[in-house]
């Protein structure tokens, strides 16, 4: 049997959902001879660790407490009283992540799993690959910080797995590292890599106003609470930079040209989230109609989309035929489409649901099993 240990930062709808996945897969894995051994879990302000992480691991019991507790929004450290564990406070917490990460690199090795939203969960990262560590990813964050610590990252690069960061469980990192690897040649991807923007685009084709396209998906849970964080553009940057990154472009951030749907005056720090909703939205409605009628006149649809190509990256909206696979995209589907030499006429393209959590932890999952033959 290939024990893998775990340690799993983040436990939000993403990280509990993983922790769920890995105890109903038990009897799967098994099979496969094949064990997932979590010694840690953090959150934002604590772990919770077994006192012996050669030998022991968080039972199932104490997993699917750890999954309670957190749904009804109790910190780790509610759960102090559970035998052989220890709670530590945040601080400690890192450090110890990096003692285990010391411990077990050298041993039998160790993953470190980052569910959380969080840019500092970088440094902690950086070490664990230093300490001969594996590291899986569904957070953009750390990917998307400079070009330095994206190399730090991806040193080893058969020890990092990242596929839930684009398009969730949806096999996007996957296929773009096998086209490259087979030394075929990315001449463009194009995607539709948010599935609240690709709903709210093919909402509004129908001749809706923008205004209240973007209500009914907050409503129906679709946007982040307030839907600016969708609006600006600036989380399919964050994805379009690690498909960059992956192609081999050394780029950051700051070199993504990207176009938010509201303008400067009605940011975040100037309006508030029902003040945008009610009074600066209904502003957008003409400009967005306008442009979705001329794209229709040209025989096009447009759609808010990730263009790569000769070492540009651009997010934005963009008109596209309406019967290329993103043009036909209706509601909140994620679409790429990969152009290669191979793939020159008729694109590679991935398609399916990319959020979730659901698809997204069994996209982790997934990461985590296609390790094990790096460990005994
Ligand atoms: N949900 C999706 O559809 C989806 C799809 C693709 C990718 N993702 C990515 O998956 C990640 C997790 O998403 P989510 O929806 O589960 O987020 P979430 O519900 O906000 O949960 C985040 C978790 O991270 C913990 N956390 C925050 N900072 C931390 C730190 N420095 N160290 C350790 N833990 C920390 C939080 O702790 P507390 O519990 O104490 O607040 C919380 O448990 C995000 O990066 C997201 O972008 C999500």
């Not at 594996?134 to 957070?139: E, H, K, M």
């Not at 989230?273 to 109609?289: A, K, R």
Request: aromatic residues 4%; glycine residues 8%.
């Amino acid at each position: 049997m290939k024990r893998i240990p775990i340690v799993v930062a983040g436990c939000g709808g993403v990280g509990r959902q993983l922790l769920e996945h890995i105890v109903n897969c038990r009897a799967l894995h098994s099979k496969q001879g094949l064990a997932l051994r979590v010694v840690g879990v953090c959150d934002s302000q604590s772990m919770l660790v077994t006192n012996d992480i050669f030998a022991d691991e968080l039972n199932d019991d104490v997993l699917t407490r750890i999954c309670v507790e957190k749904t009804r929004g109790s910190s780790l450290s509610a759960l102090g009283d559970i035998d052989d564990c220890q709670v530590f406070d945040y601080k400690e917490a890192t450090m110890q992540v990096i003692d285990i990460a010391g411990l077990l690199g050298r041993s039998t090795g160790l993953v470190v799993v980052d569910c959380t939203a969080s840019s500092e969960t970088l440094e902690l990262l950086k070490q664990a690959i230093d300490s001969g560590c594996c590291v899986v990813l569904a957070n953009k964050k750390p990917l998307t910080s400079t070009i330095e610590d994206y190399e730090k990252l991806t040193a080893h690069v058969r020890r990092i797995r990242y596929e839930s960061t684009v398009g969730a469980g949806l096999p996007i990192i996957a296929s773009v590292t096998r086209v490259v690897a087979s030394g075929d040649s990315i001449l463009r991807i194009v995607g539709s890599l948010s599935g609240t923007l690709g709903y709210v685009m093919s909402e509004v084709e129908t001749g809706r106003p923008l205004s209240e396209v973007v209500r009914e998906a907050k409503r129906l849970g679709y946007t982040e609470p307030d839907p600016r964080d969708d609006l600006s553009g600036t989380d399919v940057a964050r994805k379009a930079l690690i498909l960059a990154r992956l192609v081999g472009w050394k780029i950051n951030l700051d070199d993504i040209k990207v176009e938010s749907l509201y303008p400067e005056d009605m940011a975040p720090g100037t309006l508030s989230t029902e003040e945008f909703l009610s009074n600066g939205l209904p502003l957008l409605d003409n400009d967005i109609g306008g442009r979705v009628r001329a794209a229709s006149l040209n025989d096009n649809v447009l759609r808010y989309v990730c263009f790569i190509e000769n070492s540009r990256v651009e997010v934005g909206l963009r008109e596209l035929p309406k019967s290329s696979s993103i043009g036909r995209l209706r509601g909140s589907d994620n679409v790429v489409e990969i152009y290669s030499r191979c793939y020159r006429e008729t694109p590679l393209v991935i398609q399916g649901a990319g959020a979730g959590n659901d698809t997204t932890a069994a996209g982790v999952l997934a990461d985590l099993v296609d390790i094990q033959d790096l460990f005994k």
